[in-house]
């Protein structure tokens, strides 16, 4: 998820300020995200092959099933990319492929956002004291319905693009609610337990995302919407009226954008100040790469409505939090290498999800085969 968002922030059609080579750095680390990517998938595909009940175990693991959902999270900074480094040097072949990835993209995130809901909702084991941002990871690839979208509707004729915004408009909208539901809960554990404990606490950054990745999806979603298609011209009786309500489409997208955005800003300060009052305890665990993901989301949020104020100021602060970002995410890379070195982290014994360092028998019966629930 990381790699995936550091690609689609060092895009030329990201950054306010390029420089030569731009590009191919961030095909670079495009093409390192899908090594990962297939390489984790196989891995884990190969885990649940061998150790037959690993999979039914992890769907219904109290902590484990939550992060069920970040491989569809994963391919929403994966598709994305195909748009920004694929499709300009490609045939209309990849346009069409595109659309069909996300219309499959749509259907599968919102099955995982009803089942992995279901699940944790059924769940006997998780309380509102244990309650975190990952919560909200089943809801997030529906979500990001919206940037998925934005990114690839301008490119389609406007046949396509229409129902292709409005659906990542309205998974957009559910996302978000959605994830404004469970902010409810979060602030009310933190008031009444605390902020989580200090190895926990890198996770807090999940919540800067739902409300960066809509404002970048309004955004981007009303810069792609057709002003006109033929002798039908939405929200107008002429191409001329259609182009203005583009342009008012635009403006209150924008100022939505802002509006939502600082929500964002809000929960990473508070975040940042928690891992900092925290910073002596920290030792690294895999939620470290939440430092990386939805700060990616923040930057490339800030760096859009930078451009649509035209401010040049906006798109020095994007730079800056890209270069910062670049730095964090090289660093949780070094910290998550010297970790592995050091039998920190996935080793037997190691987990990250064990459930308050306990196991249930079901559990323990498949360590003892070799098929760690945690690993």
């Known amino acids: 998820m990381a790699t995936g968002g550091m690609a689609l922030l060092l895009s030329t059609q990201t950054q306010p300020h390029t420089f030569h080579g731009l590009q191919t750095i961030g095909k670079f680390v495009y093409i390192c995200d899908i090594f990962l990517f297939t390489l984790v998938t196989l891995c884990i595909t190969y885990r649940f092959v061998r150790f037959p009940g690993t999979f039914t175990a992890s769907l219904t693991h109290p902590t484990e099933s939550l992060f069920a959902a970040t491989p569809l999270i994963s391919l929403a900074s994966i598709i994305p990319a195909i748009a920004r480094y694929g499709i300009p040097n490609c045939g209309p072949w990849l346009i069409a492929a595109y659309r069909i990835l996300f219309w499959t993209y749509f259907a599968i995130s919102f099955a995982a956002a009803v089942g992995l809901y279901f699940l944790l909702f059924t769940s006997p084991a998780l309380k509102l004291s244990d309650m975190t941002p990952a919560w909200d990871l089943p809801i997030y690839p529906f979500m990001l319905c919206g940037t998925v979208a934005a990114a690839g509707a301008g490119p389609q004729s406007p046949t396509h693009a229409v129902p292709m915004i409005l659906a990542a408009l309205t998974a957009q909208g559910l996302g978000m609610l959605v994830s404004v539901l469970m902010y409810a809960n979060y602030i009310h554990r933190m008031i009444q337990y605390g902020f989580p404990s200090p190895t926990s606490r ?16 309004l955004i981007g979603l009303a810069n792609e919407f057709p002003a006109a298609y033929h002798s039908n011209v939405y929200f ?15 403006t209150v997208a924008t100022l939505s954008g802002v509006f ?8 990473f300060c508070i975040s940042l100040f928690a891992c900092a009052a925290a910073r002596r305890e920290m030792r690294f665990r895999l939620t470290w ?6 700060n990616a989301g923040f930057t490339i949020a800030t760096i859009s409505i930078g451009e649509m104020f035209e401010s040049e100021a906006v798109g020095w602060v994007g730079s800056a939090m890209t270069g910062l970002l670049v730095v964090v995410y090289l660093a949780v ?6 970790a592995v070195w050091r039998e920190g982290v996935l080793w037997e014994g190691k987990d990250e999800d064990t459930y308050w360092g306990e196991r249930d028998h079901k559990t323990e019966k498949l360590v003892e085969k070799g098929g760690d629930v945690g690993a």
Do not use: C, K
């Open 260 to 267: 939502i955005w600082a929500l964002s800003l809000w929960f």
């Open 202 to 217: 890198a996770g807090m950054f999940v919540a800067v995302g739902p409300p960066s990745f809509t404002a970048l999806a």
């Open 289 to 294: 790469w939440a430092f990386v993901f939805p």
């Open 236 to 250: 107008g009786g002429s191409e001329a009226e259609g182009v203005q309500a583009q342009v008012v489409l635009r």
């Open 333 to 338: 890379g070094f910290a998550h290498a010297r």
